[in-house]
Antibody, heavy 120, light 107 residues
Framework: EVQLVESGGGLVQPGGSLRLSCAASEFTFSSFFMHWVRQAPGKGPVWVSR????????VYADSVKGRFTISRDNAKNTLYLQMNSLRAEDTAVYYC?????????????WGQGTLVTVSS | EIVLTQSPATLSLSPGESATLSCRAS??????LGWYQQKPGQAPRLLIY???NRATGIPARFSGSGSGTDFTLTISNLEPEDFAVYYC?????????FGGGTKVETK
């Protein structure tokens, strides 16, 4: 069964940094586009970023462009999200999601999520 | 940015009934619309992609339709496990966006 396990969340002060990781298993990680999607408490999901299969290309939501960096290590089957200059509005559960077999920009499956709280 | 508007916000139904959920896009996305189900404390799960295709393992009681700007998710013969929040998502244009959700609750 495909598994995605996020880690690295926690409490950080405004202006701080955090790096999230997503460990993938039971599929050929290097063959799939990967995404980060976040969801603030009680709100709907919001797409954050996508990285290409080889890590050479990335797309970002305007709200995180210039502050967040998505990357991947195909040798380690791991996806990353480096988050800098964090703001209160970045508080959310962050999910990693695989681009689906049916299309790179559908999310299937998702990890269980890691909570990021930005607060002083 | 394409805005997806879902209606109604809440649908109160009984098991065995049918649910009809709507998603309207602010501009045409042809058929590039998907639907997800989310239960409390869980991540969303892909149900439907490209408007009408069921994802792997999704029961036939879930069906999608529509094109352009108006889309529908129909759940026939609601099972107890179908009571959840449903989100639509478009892949027709960057950034990828989601609707605000429809909660299907037990009447």
């Amino acid at each position: 069964e495909v598994q995605l396990v996020e880690s690295g969340g926690g409490l950080v002060q405004p202006g701080g940094s955090l790096r999230l990781s997503c460990a993938a298993s039971e599929f050929t990680f290097s063959s799939f586009f990967m995404h980060w999607v976040r969801q603030a408490p009680g709100k709907g999901p919001v797409w954050v970023s996508r990285v290409s299969t080889d890590g050479s290309s990335a797309v970002y939501a305007d709200s995180v462009k210039g502050r967040f960096t998505i990357s991947r290590d195909n040798a380690k089957n791991t996806l990353y999200l480096q988050m800098n200059s964090l703001r209160a509005e970045d508080t959310a559960v962050y999910y990693c999601a695989r681009g689906a077999d049916s299309g790179a920009n559908w999310f299937d499956p998702w990890g269980q999520g890691t909570l990021v709280t930005v607060s002083s | 940015e394409i805005v997806l508007t879902q209606s109604p916000a809440t649908l109160s139904l009984s098991p065995g009934e049918s649910a009809t959920l709507s998603c309207r896009a602010s501009q045409s996305i042809t058929r590039f619309l998907g639907w997800y189900q989310q239960k409390p404390g869980q991540a969303p799960r892909l149900l439907i992609y490209d408007a009408s295709n069921r994802a792997t393992g999704i029961p036939a009681r879930f069906s999608g339709s529509g094109s352009g700007t108006d889309f529908t998710l129909t759940i026939s013969n609601l099972e107890p496990e179908d009571f959840a929040v449903y989100y639509c998502q478009q892949r027709g244009q960057w950034p990828l966006t989601f609707g605000g959700g429809t909660k299907v609750e037990t009447k």
